[in-house]
């Protein structure tokens, strides 16, 4: 969109019923209001103000469904660092359920704006900010600044360019789960063509980026899934991105997965974003020496390691966390943006997608809210605003 047709949509004002928040949100995702009340009636993602900004914001823990309100809120002055971002589109991920419900390990002041992740467009500047500028494409290197909002005002560090000639989609989902599955698959095992990873929850933003990175590069993958009724649908998708083999769970512990290693050498490396019986599964199936890397725990249950593992094939257990990676790496630019560019060029060649998606419009947020939360739901639910 040009610089002037995004001029004429800020003069425009949304018509909401009153508010009683009168003061600013911070770009650390701090509501500043007192009183806000929730917006009522319909809104178009279309219009928003200078002034303004809609989001969807929880000022208790607790189920998202009940704590989380659509609100209007007051956007601070832009000060000579920070920048005013409209927000275009915003997944809703495990992540920001977690940290609605309070279990996630950042802690947030309360009232908060919920959501980390998400791919917005700068309309003005301050005066010193050099590393963006009005028109870029930007997402947000760290977590908990919140996303599920129209309009922004963050600060100029917070904000990474993104090339606009990639989808919306792919744009508003790169900055988590590609990263995840980009550092996992380089940082832990050198991994050369021909060789094996395995991981559960393959259907997952991670698992898909796994399956996507790995086949570009020419690693295969061994991908395990629960039963489901659309199973077969599910592994037809998964193979279209290059899946080498998708299995269920409970074949991970049946004499055929031994077929596979005749095909195949065994794994060097296991990614685990389930935890319980199902990490304890794929430590079974590693080489000697491979490294299973936990990012995520599903299950909520602990991950068992049998002793056998440690002694005779001395595997390596680690965990990832993209977000402390980023905030290791603040101060390396090229690290986070080499990254990127990577992904990104994956992305145009057609080998890395956006993960099965289903965008909602904000007004319908308890919809996306309660399809996040479901079983057996392999489409990330994606915000627009």
Same mark, same amino acid.
């Given at each position: 969109?040009?610089?002037?047709?995004?001029?004429?949509?800020?003069?425009?004002?949304?018509?909401?019923q009153? *508010?009683?928040?009168?003061?600013?949100?911070?770009?650390?995702?701090r509501?500043?209001?007192?009183?806000?009340?929730?917006?009522?009636?319909?809104?178009?993602?279309?219009?928003?103000?200078?002034?303004?900004?809609?989001?969807?914001?929880?000022?208790?823990?607790?189920?998202?469904?009940?704590? %989380?309100?659509?609100?209007?809120?007051?956007?601070?002055?832009?000060e000579?660092?920070?920048?005013?971002?409209?927000?275009?589109?915003?997944?809703?991920?495990?992540?920001?359920?977690?940290?609605?419900?309070?279990?996630?390990p950042?802690?947030?002041?309360?009232?908060?704006?919920?959501?980390?992740?998400? %791919?917005?467009q700068?309309?003005?500047?301050? *005066?010193?900010?050099?590393?963006?500028? %009005?028109?870029?494409?930007?997402?947000?290197?760290?977590? /908990?600044? /919140?996303?599920?909002?129209?309009?922004a005002? #963050?600060?100029?560090?917070?904000?990474?360019?993104?090339?606009?000639?990639?989808s919306?989609?792919?744009?508003?989902?790169?900055?988590v789960?590609?990263?995840?599955?980009?550092?996992?698959?380089?940082?832990?095992?050198?991994?050369?063509?021909?060789?094996?990873?395995?991981?559960n929850?393959?259907?997952?933003?991670?698992?898909?980026?796994?399956?996507?990175?790995?086949?570009?590069?020419?690693?295969?993958?061994?991908n395990? %899934?629960?039963?489901?009724?659309?199973?077969?649908?599910?592994?037809?998708?998964?193979?279209?991105?290059?899946a080498?083999?998708?299995?269920?769970?409970?074949?991970?512990r049946?004499?055929?997965?031994?077929?596979?290693?005749?095909?195949?050498?065994?794994?060097?490396?296991?990614?685990?974003?389930? /935890?319980?019986?199902?990490?304890?599964?794929?430590?079974?199936?590693?080489q000697?020496?491979?490294t299973?890397?936990?990012? /995520?725990?599903m299950?909520?249950?602990?991950?068992?390691?049998?002793?056998?593992?440690?002694? #005779?094939?001395?595997?390596?257990?680690?965990?990832?966390?993209?977000?402390?990676?980023?905030?290791?790496?603040?101060?390396?630019?090229?690290?986070?943006?080499?990254?990127?560019?990577?992904?990104?060029?994956?992305?145009?060649?057609?080998?890395?997608?956006?993960?099965?998606?289903?965008?909602?419009?904000?007004?319908? #947020?308890?919809?996306?809210?309660?399809?996040?939360?479901?079983?057996?739901?392999? *489409?990330?639910?994606?915000?627009?605003?």
């Open positions: 969109m040009e610089v002037w047709r995004l001029a004429r949509v800020l003069s425009r004002r949304l018509s909401l009153s *508010s009683a928040c009168g003061a600013a949100l911070t770009s650390r995702s509501v500043q209001c007192r009183g806000a009340t929730g917006l009522q009636g319909n809104t178009s993602r279309s219009y928003f103000s200078a002034t303004d900004s809609t989001a969807l914001v929880y000022r208790r823990h607790g189920e998202p469904s009940q704590v %989380v309100q659509l609100e209007t809120l007051r956007l601070p002055a832009l000579a660092k920070s920048a005013l971002v409209k927000m275009l589109a915003a997944p809703v991920n495990p992540s920001d359920i977690n940290m609605i419900q309070g279990t996630y950042i802690p947030l002041d309360l009232p908060a704006v919920g959501g980390n992740e998400g %791919v917005g700068v309309l003005e500047v301050g *005066s010193q900010v050099q590393t963006v500028k %009005v028109g870029d494409w930007v997402i947000l290197r760290d977590t /908990g600044l /919140g996303t599920w909002r129209t309009a005002v #963050f600060n100029e560090d917070d904000l990474v360019t993104v090339p606009s000639d990639i919306l989609l792919s744009a508003a989902t790169l900055g789960n590609p990263c995840t599955a980009f550092r996992m698959l380089s940082d832990f095992e050198s991994l050369s063509p021909g060789d094996t990873v395995i991981q929850a393959a259907n997952s933003g991670v698992g898909q980026a796994v399956i996507q990175i790995a086949a570009a590069k020419g690693i295969h993958t061994i395990i %899934v629960r039963d489901r009724p659309d199973l077969q649908q599910l592994t037809d998708r998964l193979k279209a991105m290059g080498t083999y998708v299995i269920k769970e409970e074949s991970l049946k004499p055929e997965i031994k077929d596979i290693f005749k095909v195949y050498p065994q794994p060097k490396l296991a990614f685990n974003g389930v /935890g319980g019986k199902s990490a304890t599964e794929l430590l079974r199936h590693l000697t020496g491979g299973m890397v936990t990012y /995520g725990g299950a909520k249950q602990p991950v068992t390691v049998p002793v056998s593992a440690l002694i #005779f094939k001395d595997v390596k257990i680690r965990g990832f966390w993209v977000t402390q990676w980023k905030r290791d790496n603040k101060h390396d630019g090229d690290a986070l943006s080499v990254m990127l560019e990577e992904l990104c060029t994956l992305i145009r060649a057609g080998k890395l997608s956006a993960p099965f998606c289903t965008e909602v419009d904000m007004k319908d #947020f308890h919809k996306a809210l309660d399809n996040a939360m479901k079983p057996y739901i392999s *489409s990330k639910q994606i915000l627009v605003m």
